[in-house]
């Protein structure tokens, strides 16, 4: 555990197989009435770590003779590798759990979880896909990633979580003002959490050091705009406890860097698409063109980014498509 900002203190949930299972930044805001931000993993050995670190913060305010204890858990999301260790936390601490209205409906239960997953889709990525062999590799993806939260992730679901929290509120952590808001984009019911005395942000996956992942289900481009805006406007902005991967000490920069990249990328599908604008351009080969030496694990994680841009174009009447038997076709309208 590292003291990140005086009072607030960074546990890294460090993994092996960053592809599939990121490492984790997990926060403790530590005092009389402290608060943890993000969950983590639901594994045992993960969260046996995690609680071995705030124990160590806590001996840290005993040593020092401050009043040290952890009240609540509030996670920014319901991805898996933010709320899968709700459970074991409460249950070795005995903190509440805080979620808002959207994430607590959300993990709720698996049915709820997976309804999520599957909502939103934007028609599987804008491939076409029917009949038996369809339903079939449907029901074993639907099978594999059962398996695979719970497996490697540790997910287990919250029912009946202590409070729900409007989405846009104020709360109180040790006496001190903090602003909870909706900044959605990457999920659905992404929050954040702001204290502008301090000049603090816990931005969840929503501003990282790399590139923030877009894409189906409950994802979007122009929602995720928003947010960066939203935040990138935050008075006394200094910095932003991430998620995933470094600090971020240069917020304005780090801001205007991603808006700048969202714009770029905008402007990328809508010149392809501009190009072919007699036979029209098929997500496949958008894709080709961006993305010409991408191996095919590396094109299907770009798909997403790819097809929510199209649904943005498309909700903006910019582009317009036209579906056949094999694929769907997008063309320029008048607008573009």
């Not at 029917?130 to 339903?135: A, D, M, Q, V």
């Not at 995720?224 to 406890?241: A, D, G, H």
């Not at 649904?311 to 309208?333: A, H």
Request: hydrophobic share 35%; aromatic share 10%.
């Amino acid at each position: 555990m590292e003291e990140v900002i005086p009072g607030i203190y960074l546990i890294k949930e460090k993994s092996s197989f960053e592809r599939i299972k990121p490492s984790e930044n997990i926060y403790v805001i530590a005092g009389p009435d402290g608060l943890i931000f993000d969950a983590g993993f639901g594994n045992k050995k993960v969260v046996k770590f995690l609680i071995k670190e705030i124990n160590k913060i806590e001996q840290l305010y005993r040593n020092n003779k401050e009043d040290f204890k952890i009240t609540r858990i509030l996670v920014s999301h319901g991805h898996p590798d933010h709320f899968a260790g709700l459970k074991r936390i409460k249950n070795a601490l005995g903190v509440k759990i805080v979620l808002t209205e959207k994430t607590a409906d959300i993990i709720k239960n698996k049915k709820s979880f997976m309804k999520s997953f599957n909502a939103d889709s934007y028609e599987d990525y804008l491939i076409i896909q029917k009949g038996f062999r369809y339903r079939i590799r449907s029901f074993l993806q639907k099978l594999m990633y059962s398996f695979f939260f719970k497996r490697i992730y540790g997910l287990s679901f919250i029912a009946n979580p202590d409070e729900i929290i409007k989405a846009n509120t104020e709360i109180s952590i040790n006496d001190e003002n903090w602003k909870v808001f909706p900044s959605p984009g990457h999920a659905v019911d992404h929050i954040s959490l702001y204290n502008q005395k301090k000049g603090v942000l816990l931005s969840g996956d929503n501003i990282l050091s790399k590139t923030t992942w877009l894409g189906p289900p409950n994802c979007s481009i122009s929602d995720y705009i928003e947010s960066v805006e939203t935040i990138q406007k935050l008075p006394n902005l200094k910095i932003i406890l991430a998620a995933h991967g470094a600090l971020i000490k240069n917020p304005g920069e780090r801001t205007l860097e991603i808006l700048k990249h969202r714009k770029e990328r905008t402007q990328q599908v809508i010149d392809i698409i501009k190009g072919n604008i007699e036979k029209g351009t098929s997500p496949d080969e958008i894709i080709q063109k961006l993305y010409p030496n991408k191996k095919k694990m590396q094109i299907e994680i770009t798909r997403g980014w790819v097809c929510l841009t199209l649904k943005m174009l498309e909700e903006q009447n910019v582009i317009k498509r036209i579906e056949g038997k094999k694929e769907i076709k997008f063309y320029s309208t008048n607008k573009l």
